[in-house]
C-alpha cells in the first residue's frame, strides 16, 4: 500500500505540467507586485535595459528592421549596436497589443515589467524537464525554490530586465533539458535550436554552446547509439544559425566582425555542424576513430579558422590598447570573481559549488544508462560554468543556473534521510534545514550578520549617486529645462539619458563605438581645450555631469589636473554657462560657449 507523502509525490509527478504553470504564475505574480513601483517610474537600472527600450522606440518609429543604429548617440553617423532584434520581439509585442486601449507610456511599462517573465517561463520549464529526468518527477518543485536563491540568475528574469540575457539563459536551460533528454533526435534537436537561438541573439553563450557541442560529441564517441543524437543536433544547430543570421542580422553583422553572429561565426558553425554530420553518419564501429574523427574535424575547423580569421583569435571585441586601459578593463562584470569583494563572492560561487557535489553524488548513484550519461554531461556542464567564474564574473548566472540540477538532486538525496524519521518536529526541522542550506540562504544570512568586507563610505557615496542620477524625475527635469539637443555627458548616462528625455548624448558603454568611448573620457581627463574639441566634433550644445557617478571617479583618480577634477574642484571656465536646474537636481548643466573659448589648434579625442 502507497504511504500519504508517496501518494501526494505520485500526485505532483502525474500533474507537474499544470502545477508547475500554477507555481510559475505565482512567482511571476509576486514579481510583478514587488517592482510596481519601479516598473510605474521606469526603473530601468542598466544601460543595456536602457537603451533596448531606445531601440524598440526606434523600430516601431519607423527605423528599419535590419538598420540596429542608434541614431541618438554619436550623432550623426549613430552608434553601431551589434544586438539583434530577436529580443526586441515580445517588447514591442506587448506594446503593439496594449497601446490602444492604455497609450504608449502605459504600454511601454506593461512591456517592460511583462517581456522578462516570458524566457523566465521557458527557463523553470526546462529545469523542471531536466530534474524531473536526473532526480525524481516531484523534485521541480525544490528547484523552483532553489532558483529564487540564485539572486545573479534571479535578477536577470525580473520586470524591467528587458536585455537580452534574460533569454540567452533561457537557451541555457533547454540546451541542459536536451543533454538530459534520454530521446536522442528530440534531445539533438534542443541543443541544436537552443545554441543556434541563443548565438543568433549574442555571443556571450558561445563558450556554453561549443561545451554542449563537445559533450553531445562525447557521448556519440563513448556510445555508438548517440550517433541520432549527434546527428540531429548537427542540422539543428547549422540550419537555426542560418536561419538566425538570415532573419536578425543586421545591416552592420554583415561585416567580418568577432563579436556577433556575423560571416565569421556563421561559417565556423556551419562548418562544425557539417563535420560532426558527416562524423555521425559515417559512425565507425571503433570507439578510437570516432574520437579520431571528431579531433580531425575540430582540428581542421580549428586550423580554417585561424587562417581565414586571424583576427578573432583574440578578444571577440577588437578594440583597440587604449580603449582596453581608458574603458574595458574597468568594467567590473568582466573581471574574475577572485578580484571582487568576500560579500559578492561567497554568495554568487555557493551554488555552483553545491552544483556540483550533488551532480557528483547523483552520477555516483545513478542506476541506470540514462541517468548515469545524464549526469556526467551535467556535472561537466557546471564545472564547466564554474571555472568560466574565474575568468569573468559575468559567468555567475550562468554558474548558479547550470548548478540547480545538482542541487536538487543534493537537497533530495539529503531530504530522503530525514523524511522517514518518526519525530514530525525532526522531519520539520532538518527538512526546513536541508532546503536553507542547499539553496545557499544560510551562507548568504550569515555573511549579512558578520558584515563581511562592507562598502566603505566612498562606495555608499557612488552608490547614492548612481541611483539619484539615473532617477525618471530627475531625467525628465532636464526635458523642462531644454528643447531636445545633444548632451556631452558621461559614457555610463548616454543610454539612461536617450531613454527618458529627448535629448541625444555622445557614447553609450558599446565596445563598436571606442572613438565615441574615448572622446568622452580624453575630454573629461584631458584639458579644456580637449574638452571643447571633442563636443564641437559631435555637435554638443550642453556639458552634463553627475558629481560622485561612479564613472566620475575614476576619471578624477586617473587624470588629477584634468578637466573633470578641475570642474569637481569648483573652477569656472568662460565657456560653460550654467543652466538653472531643480535645487534638488543631482546634476550640473551648462550651456558651452563656443564663441568664448580660445581658437583650438588641438585635434579631437586627445589627451593633453
Sequence with gaps: MTSGPHKLEAWIDRHWVRLALGAIAIMAGWFLW?????????????????????????WLDGQGWYDLRQYRLSPPEGFNIHWSRIPDLP?????VLTEPFVGRAIAERIAVGGAPLIPLFVALMALAFTVRKLVAGAAWQLTFIFFTGCTATLLM???????????????LSLTLAGLADPRKARGGAII??????????????????????????????????????LQVYALTLVGGCTLGFAAFASNDNWAMRCDALTPVWLAAMVAAGGALFVAARVDPANRWVRLGLLGLAGGVIGGGFALLFPHCLSRPEGVSDELMASWLNNVREAKPIYEHPWRAIVPLATIPVIG????????WRANTHDRIVG?????????????????????????????????TALAWMALALVTDHPKRWVRIGAGAAVVLTV??????????????????????????????????????ALNRALPPTTLFTHVDLGPRLIATTHHSAIAGPYHRNGDSILAVHNAF?????????????????????????????????????????????????PFLVPVPLPRRSPYRLWRIDYDAAPKLPISPSTTN
Design 34 to 58: 514587488q517592482r510596481w513601483g519601479a516598473i510605474q517610474w521606469l526603473a530601468l537600472g542598466d544601460t543595456d535595459d536602457n537603451l533596448r527600450l531606445a531601440q524598440v522606440r526606434a
Design 91 to 95: 517588447i514591442a509585442g506587448l506594446i
Design 157 to 171: 528574469f525580473m520586470p524591467l530586465r528587458i536585455d537580452h540575457h534574460n533569454w540567452q539563459l533561457a537557451c
Design 192 to 229: 541544436g535550436l537552443s545554441s543556434a537561438f541563443s548565438l543568433s541573439i549574442g555571443l556571450e553563450m558561445l563558450p556554453y554552446c561549443v561545451m554542449a557541442g563537445a559533450i553531445t560529441g562525447l557521448r556519440w564517441v563513448i556510445d555508438r547509439d548517440e550517433a541520432r543524437r
Design 356 to 363: 556540483m557535489i550533488g551532480a557528483g553524488l547523483a552520477l
Design 375 to 407: 549526469w556526467i554531461a551535467v556535472a561537466l556542464f557546471g564545472a564547466f560554468a564554474f571555472l568560466m567564474l574565474f575568468w569573468q564574473v559575468r559567468a555567475g548566472p550562468a554558474a548558479q543556473l547550470l548548478a540547480l540540477p545538482g542541487a
Design 439 to 476: 539553496a545557499g540562504l544560510f551562507v548568504s544570512y550569515i555573511i549579512r550578520q558578520l558584515n563581511v568586507d562592507p562598502p566603505s563610505k566612498m562606495m555608499q557615496t557612488v552608490s547614492r549617486a548612481n541611483r539619484q542620477c539615473a532617477m525618471l524625475s530627475s531625467m525628465q
Design 525 to 573: 581627463k584631458g584639458s579644456p581645450e580637449t574638452f571643447l574639441a571633442n563636443a564641437r566634433k559631435y555637435g554638443a550644445t550642453h556639458l552634463l555631469t553627475c558629481p560622485m557617478m561612479a564613472e566620475t571617479t575614476v576619471y578624477r583618480a586617473r587624470a588629477p589636473g584634468g578637466f573633470y577634477d578641475r570642474m569637481a574642484k569648483g573652477e569656472n571656465f
